[in-house]
């Protein structure tokens, strides 16, 4: 099975500051079929469905945010919120789909400062 | 709109059964892979099965093959989980899940609110 491990497990940031997340993949999750990186960037609030963020590892799901970027290729991966703003406090996973079982990375929580 | 509604959980003993149910409407069922997950109480999320939208071939993680089944009913737009032999660490809230596409090997667009599995004696 292919490891997610996501850094830090929590941040506090403070409102209009930048928060960055890490995302490692224990084997490159980037397909040559395609040249595609199949990692997926996910936001969990309470009581809300989870939501996609990016897929593709960096192409932005319609209605997401610009503040919210989504980097890297291989097995080394950010998500980057530019400005936090109090909507933002979730948690947050990326999750590979290059190969079964589609692990997820264990979370990060963003908190504000 | 696209939605998605579990349905089916509740408490059970270990070494039961359970089926859920994810109702789906708003697009068209047929074409899209579907996948179940999971989140233990407090913990992160586990992917559990997907079945594609054109072949309907089936994937599982090693934790649940052989006891879980999942099914697709296209007429009814109707997603199944078939859960046996159930123990104390399958306790989890389960989502179901839409893919981007008719195949597995993608991410998931669009997610449901979930329903609550316990089980316990």
């Known amino acids: 099975d292919i490891v997610m491990t996501q850094s830090p497990d929590s941040l506090a940031v403070s409102l209009g500051e930048r928060a960055t997340i890490n995302c490692k993949s224990s084997?490159?999750?980037?397909?040559?079929?395609?040249?595609?990186?199949?990692l997926a960037w996910y936001q969990q609030k309470p009581g809300q469905p989870l939501k996609l963020l990016f897929y593709?590892?960096?192409t932005r799901e319609s209605g997401v945010p610009n503040r919210f970027s989504g980097s890297g290729s291989g097995t080394d991966f950010t998500l980057t919120i530019s400005s936090l703003q109090a909507e933002d406090v979730a948690v947050y996973y990326c999750?590979?789909?290059?190969?079964?079982?589609?692990?997820f990375g264990q979370g990060t929580k963003v908190e504000i400062k | 709109e696209v939605q998605l509604l579990e349905s089916g959980g509740g408490l059970v003993q270990p070494g039961g059964s359970l089926r859920l149910s994810c109702a789906a409407s708003?697009?068209?069922?047929?074409?899209?892979?579907m996948t179940w997950a999971r989140q233990a109480p407090g913990k992160g999320l586990e992917w559990v099965s997907c079945?594609?939208?054109?072949?309907?071939?089936?994937y599982y993680a090693a934790s649940v093959k052989g006891r879980f089944t999942i099914s697709r009913d296209n007429s009814k737009n109707t997603l199944s989980l078939q859960l046996n032999s159930l123990r104390a660490d399958d306790t989890a809230i389960y989502y179901c899940?839409?893919?981007?596409?008719?195949?597995?090997?993608?991410?998931?667009?669009?997610w449901g609110q979930g329903t609550l599995v316990t089980v316990s004696s």
């Open positions: 899940a839409r893919s981007r596409n008719s195949n597995c090997y993608t991410s998931n667009d669009y």
């Open positions: 708003g697009f068209t069922f047929s074409s899209y892979a």
């Open positions: 079945i594609s939208g054109s072949d309907e071939t089936t």
């Open positions: 084997q490159s999750v980037l397909y040559s079929s395609n040249n595609k990186n199949h």
């Open positions: 593709w590892a960096s």
């Open positions: 999750q590979q789909h290059y190969s079964v079982p589609y692990t």
